[in-house]
Every structure is written in structure tokens, then in C-alpha cells.
């Protein structure tokens, strides 16, 4: 089921969500410009730049190689060329193919809207960058020996929808299986939410290139973090009531 559009305008647009979705973009263009063999890590190329660029649990577990394979070990020690907190953020940017970043980008442009109307533009980007920083310590929780980098905006896209599940769930979203409906927001994100638990459990047992812990440490996070960060904030106008026509 993919979303299309809401039914949920907002105040003021939103420049900071516009802003995410060009610099995931841009980075993920400057990714794939990278000259060598796709797959094959040697230096300089693009798996060479997401092993540094990207979280990777088993050193954002221990920050040590635990790992036999000169491949994974290679990757480490491009990844430990920065801090391990400046991998939760750069990971967030990187993405494995432009159906994995477009996919994502459409949840950001139809979520993220709201939440940051709702946040304000100060608050916004570190709930966004905290939600995706949880999401790869979740995955590192259940998978600490992975020398396999975290990539892509889905952690912090989790958090924004758990936000929005708690502060708009009766808005409607036009969504299209085989058909085109409006259903609910939390009908949506509630039948999404239990996709990631039963692509997990299939994934133990199968392997897969997806992190969907990530997704729902990531969710619950959202979830638990928007009303503290709703402190302080005033809340919005109330909307003025829709105009009904009266027919003879």
C-alpha cells in the first residue's frame, strides 16, 4: 500500500523538508558518481564511500573489529576515519538505489510536512536527526556483530511517522493498492508498522539487506519523543470550519 497525498494542510510551508529531500538527493547523486566497479569495495568508489560514510553496528557497538573478513575489516577502518556519532548523521544521506531513495523521499514529503508545521522550524531537524540516530542504535541492539553499514532516511522517516500517527490519526490519506482509497492515517501507518515486525521475523530467518528494527526502533521513537519536544510550543489556530453548499 504506498501513500500518495494527505488531506492535512499545513501553516507555513515547509522549507526544512524541502530542504532534506534536495540534499538527499544531491548527496545520493554525488554518491553514485563515484568512479569504480558498483559492489566491489575498493578505495575511491562508491562502496568505499558508503563504508565510511555509513553506521555501522558492530563499531557503533564497541567501537572495535570484531570481524574475520578483510572486506569487513576494510570497511571499518574507513569508517574510523570519523567519530562514530558523525556516521548516525551521515548515514541518514546515503541511499542503495533510486528506488530506495525515492520511496523514501515520497514518505518524507507526505509526513514530514506536517510534523515540522507542528515543531516549528527550530525543533524539527533534531527531532528528525534523533529519530534516525535511535533507529541505527536499535538495529545495532539487535544485530551488534553487523559490519554491514546502515544507510538511508527510513530510521528518521519511522520517527516522523510515529509523530504523526500520534498527533493526526483520524487525517486521511489517499493511498494506492489496486485501487485508489482514503483511508485513515493510523489504518496506514498501523498496517505499516506491522509489516516492519513481520519483515524482521522473516529476515532472521531468511537474511535481507533491510534494517527493519531500524524502522521500528525508529517509529517508537517518534512516537515516545514528539510530545517532549512539543514543550513549550503553542498550540496551532483552529482551522476555519469547512464551507458546506445548501441545494434547494
Not at 523514501?104 to 506536517?114: H, Q, V, Y
Not at 556483530?145 to 500517527?165: H, N, T, V
Not at 498527533?167 to 494506492?176: H, I
Amino acid at each position: 500500500m504506498l501513500p500518495l497525498r494527505d488531506d492535512n494542510p499545513t501553516y507555513r510551508f515547509p522549507i526544512l523538508t524541502v530542504v532534506l529531500i534536495v540534499v538527499n538527493v544531491l548527496v545520493f547523486v554525488w554518491q553514485t558518481s563515484k568512479p569504480g566497479p558498483p559492489g566491489v569495495l575498493v578505495p575511491g568508489n562508491e562502496s568505499s564511500f558508503i563504508c565510511e560514510f555509513g553506521a555501522i553496528p558492530d563499531r557503533l557497538a564497541d567501537d572495535r573489529p570484531d570481524t574475520e573478513s578483510p572486506g569487513d575489516r576494510f570497511c571499518e577502518r574507513l569508517n574510523a576515519r570519523h567519530a562514530r556519532a558523525v556516521s548516525l548523521v551521515t548515514s541518514q544521506f546515503l541511499h542503495a538505489g533510486w528506488l530506495h531513495l525515492l520511496g523514501n523521499m515520497l514518505f518524507l514529503w507526505i509526513f514530514a510536512n506536517n510534523i515540522e508545521d507542528r515543531l516549528g522550524r527550530i525543533r524539527f531537524l533534531p527531532f528528525y536527526l534523533l529519530c534516525g540516530a535511535i533507529a541505527a542504535f536499535g538495529q545495532t541492539l539487535v544485530d551488534p556483530g553487523s559490519a554491514s553499514p546502515l544507510i538511508g532516511a527510513s530510521g528518521a522517516i519511522a520517527g516522523i511517522l510515529g509523530a504523526y500517527l500520534l498527533l493526526y490519526p483520524s487525517a486521511r490519506l489517499l493511498t494506492f493498492p489496486l485501487v485508489f482509497l482514503r483511508i485513515p492515517a493510523w489504518i496506514f501507518l498501523a498496517f505499516w508498522l506491522a509489516m516492519q515486525f513481520l519483515y524482521s521475523g522473516g529476515q532472521a530467518q531468511e537474511g535481507g539487506g533491510v534494517a527493519y528494527w531500524a524502522h521500528v526502533f525508529g517509529f517508537v521513537a517518534g512516537l515516545v519523543l514528539i510530545k517532549p519536544f512539543l514543550i513549550g510550543r503553542p498550540l496551532p489556530p483552529p482551522r476555519p470550519p469547512a464551507i458546506q453548499m445548501i441545494r434547494p
